[in-house]
């Protein structure tokens, strides 16, 4: 991707936020001065482990390395507009009269051949490609399904999705056409990245040119909480995207993972830029509430967002030096757990690597604090304490609008 090309993603982002807000019904970093908050480089990781392959140089050089993006500030994208952010013609506007038939929530149009929010849509999706099979939570099958209980029990919703029409032939028409996408793609020539701390490492597509730009851009000047968060998001993708280990994995199980792990991936960026600030906008209150947010939604959102500053004031008690962040990411994004897997047994190998990395980077770079790797691995359970459909509504509503997460994770996985 050009740099031109990834910054048009984000011009488009800044221009839909100074529009009015759309509704919303419901995991590469930044980068930085190469040196840690220790004041030393981090050790480069062994060469079988899920992060090798990468270098240990300023993210400016053409070698990408986890370690590489610890920044004071995420690179600010300029340059072209493309459709929108997804790159493709921006959608129209739904009819706020236009309803989801399962749960009575706002409609963001057709999915699988019945109205349904994306709240809905999504649900239906992971529960018919992983093949999930649900039981009743009440053992009589009649739970209300509405707005507020949608998620209280999956059997019975799943049961109604079915019910109101949508079509699982549709779903498998869209699967096919990812996998068309997904032979071409590894029939694509792949092009070599090489580091010191290892062999070549293979990108389908891909070329340092194409990805060093992004990580080498000025500080970004007044932008609000939404432009930053989707920048975020962005390159926490593409931070995921260029691990060696996640790259050789099974595209579907590529997909499943960022699905799985996109809120933690971002909050553990979103922390990361903020613990060398003075002040954290993206955990201020004050900017939320500006947002113009119903009295109900408000008091959830500040709820929330003292979650989220308590969770900051942990890690910055702590000391998180960029190294572990992305152990720290890694170990959020190889969860063997997520269903649906095709190869879980290999996910499970990378996470465990990425663990025995952080013991041996805490042990080697803090030999007087023996609780500290047992500590970080602690905290990671607090990015979970605030919901991803919330952290969704909180930081990309504005940006979104009525385009599922699963869609735009999947759009920015492909750029």
């Known amino acids: 991707m050009s740099e031109s090309e990834a910054s048009g993603h984000v011009q488009t982002i800044q221009q839909r936020t100074s529009s009015p807000a759309h509704s919303s019904s419901t995991d590469d970093e930044p980068s930085s001065p190469g040196s840690t908050l220790g004041g030393h480089s981090p050790e480069a990781p062994p060469r079988d482990s899920p992060l090798a392959g990468s270098s240990v140089h300023p993210p400016h050089c053409p070698a990408v390395s986890v370690h590489s993006f610890y ?66 939570q009440a053992g009589t099958g009649n739970c209300v399904v509405d707005k507020a209980h949608r998620n209280q029990c999956q059997a019975c919703r799943l049961k109604k999705c079915l ?30 990245m090489v580091g010191p701390s290892g062999p070549a490492v293979s990108y389908g597509g891909v070329s340092p040119q194409e990805v060093g730009p992004v990580f080498s851009c000025p500080p970004p000047g007044q932008e609000t909480i939404y432009e930053t968060s989707a920048r975020l998001l962005f390159m926490a993708v593409k931070w995921a995207k260029n691990l060696p280990s996640f790259a050789n994995l099974p595209f579907r199980d590529q997909v499943i993972l960022l699905e799985e792990a996109w809120s933690e991936l971002f909050l553990l960026c979103a922390i990361q830029w903020c613990m060398p600030l ?9 900017e939320h509430l500006n947002a113009g ?10 709820a929330d967002v003292r979650t989220l500053q308590e969770t900051l004031a942990r890690f910055k008690s702590v000391g998180v030096d960029p190294a572990e ?37 805490v042990k080697t770079q803090h030999p007087t604090h023996p609780f ?19 952290v969704e509504g909180m930081f990309f509503h504005r940006t979104i609008g009525n385009t599922s997460m699963e869609k735009l994770l999947c759009d920015m996985f492909k750029c």
């Open 71 to 136: 920044p004071s500030h995420p690179p600010r994208l300029t340059g072209g507009t493309p459709p929108d952010v997804l790159g493709h013609t921006p959608a129209k506007r739904i009819s706020p009269g236009l309803t989801c038939v399962v749960c009575g929530d706002t409609s963001s149009g057709k999915h699988y051949g019945i109205l349904a929010c994306n709240g809905c849509s999504g649900f239906f999706k992971r529960s018919v490609r992983r093949k999930l099979i649900y039981r009743c």
């Open 163 to 192: 019910q109101m029409g949508m079509n699982k032939d549709a779903l498998d028409s869209h699967m096919a056409e990812m996998s068309r996408e997904e032979m071409m793609e590894q029939r694509q020539g792949s092009i070599q």
């Open 278 to 286: 003075d002040s954290s906008p993206l955990f201020t209150p004050t």
């Open 293 to 302: 947010l119903p009295n109900g939604k408000a008091a959830l959102t500040l």
């Open 325 to 361: 962040f992305a152990c720290l990411k890694a170990i959020a994004l190889f969860k063997a757990d997520a269903r649906g897997l095709k190869d879980a047994h290999q996910v499970e190998g990378l996470q465990d690597q990425a663990q025995l990395m952080l013991q041996q980077h």
């Open 372 to 390: 500290r790797f047992g500590r970080l691995l602690l905290m990671l359970p607090s990015l979970r304490y605030v919901p991803s459909d919330r």
